[in-house]
């Protein structure tokens, strides 16, 4: 053999385990369509063990349920809270929204479990 065909031979066999190894990755990939069907039934498998557990143990106390303080914001305040907010935001933005574009036009109080 010449050292032509060597080199081609190479290149062969490398391209060849290159195309057999991408297909070994997408058959693999296109599995996990497959995953949540499988973590579902992974869970209803070992929960009758959590089940029993449970049921072992003795129930918590009950607690008192406390009665939520509400806070008043009074309109002088808004000021500062807008600028919080708009701080905030510019910051979870990573800085990419100029000072300028954003306006808050209203503040509601989300209602906490």
Sequence with gaps: MNVFSTALLNTLMGMGTVFVVLICI???ISLFVYVPGL??????????????QNTEERPA???????????????????????????AIIA???GTV?????????IRRVKRR
Excluded: Y
């Design 26 to 28: 997408s058959l693999i």
């Design 98 to 106: 100029s000072k300028d574009q954003l306006v808050v036009r209203s």
């Design 39 to 52: 973590e579902a039934k992974w869970k209803r498998m070992f929960s009758h063990r959590k089940k029993k």
């Design 92 to 94: 979870s933005m990573g």
């Design 61 to 87: 106390p009950k607690r008192p349920v406390l009665e939520e303080e509400t806070e008043e914001i009074s309109p002088e305040d808004d000021s500062e809270l807008v600028a919080v907010i708009t701080a």
